[in-house]
């Protein structure tokens, strides 16, 4: 692990603040350019998420091509909806129920909330820029591979270095209660019957989190796939 003990002489890493505003974006819903959609199969990270901060991360390939809205987006947090393909053989499988009106059983995502850093994780000194998704439901194993969706609804911060791994991991939990608090209003809500713990009816539109998996075009294999502007069109990594 890479260790971020100030210079001496240079100013001292940011702490977190307990008073941080829990709830971010205006209650008419998310405001352009969000929101942001990006897809693509869960890739590997260092690993450190799960073992070194107890806060797992799915991580997606970020495209280097530009122009590109994830290349040029300022790095830090981020949050909103993801949507996960599981297959069946994975323990968190939940066979397919009517709402999600998917094009076969199999083809069931799954509706979560989410946060996420887009950066180079200053922390840990990262030198490629990685999109990290951490997803605010239990899972009980890893899934590697699986198809993921996003739709980034807002920005909640910068991306920080920070003088230990508590303060990091205290900054994130916070992270996680502002997506939590942000995305409980209706108007950045799925429509009702898109996410299953849902009581009240939302309103924010979700439903391309839910479309079926398009053919993918040859060569196009686990790449992350991206658009900024409310149409859909493949990255090229
Ligand atoms: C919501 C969230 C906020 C994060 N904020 C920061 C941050 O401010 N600074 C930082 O260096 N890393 C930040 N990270 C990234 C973590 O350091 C990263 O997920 C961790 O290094 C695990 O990555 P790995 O599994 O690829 O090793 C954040 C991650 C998440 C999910």
Redesign the pocket.
């Known amino acids: 692990m890479t260790t971020t003990t100030p210079a001496p002489g240079s100013s001292p890493a940011p702490t977190t603040s307990s008073k941080r505003p829990l709830v971010i974006g205006p209650p008419e819903g998310p405001e352009p350019p969000y929101p942001l959609r990006m897809e693509g199969k869960v890739i590997k ?6 073992k ?2 107890g ?1 797992p ?1 799915a ?1 997606l390939p970020v495209p280097t091509h530009t122009p590109s809205w994830i290349t040029d987006i300022p790095s830090g ?1 981020y949050f909103g909806w993801a949507s996960l393909l599981l297959p069946p053989s994975h323990p968190d499988y939940i066979p397919h129920s009517p709402t999600n009106s998917p094009s076969s059983p199999s083809e069931a995502f799954k509706i979560h909330p989410m ?3 887009i950066g180079y ?4 000194k990262n030198t490629l820029r ?1 999109a ?3 997803i605010l439901h239990p899972f009980s194993s890893d899934f590697y591979g699986c198809e993921m969706r996003l739709l980034i609804a807002g920005f909640i ?1 910068q ?4 003088a230990g791994l508590d303060a ?1 991991i205290e ?2 939990n916070t ?2 209660e502002v997506a939590r608090q942000s995305l409980g209003r209706g108007k950045w809500m799925p429509r009702r019957g898109l996410y299953k713990d849902q009581g009240e009816a939302g309103e924010m539109d979700c439903e391309w989190l839910l479309r079926p998996l398009s053919p993918t075009p040859e060569g196009k294999e686990g790449e992350g796939v991206e658009n900024g502007d409310g149409g859909e069109k493949k990255g090229e990594a």
Do not use: A
């Open positions: 990270g260092f690993g450190r998420g799960s070194e901060l806060i991360t991580n947090v946060v996420m850093s994780n200053p922390f840990y990685s990290e998704v951490h911060r991306e920080k270095d920070y990091l900054d994130i992270d996680c």
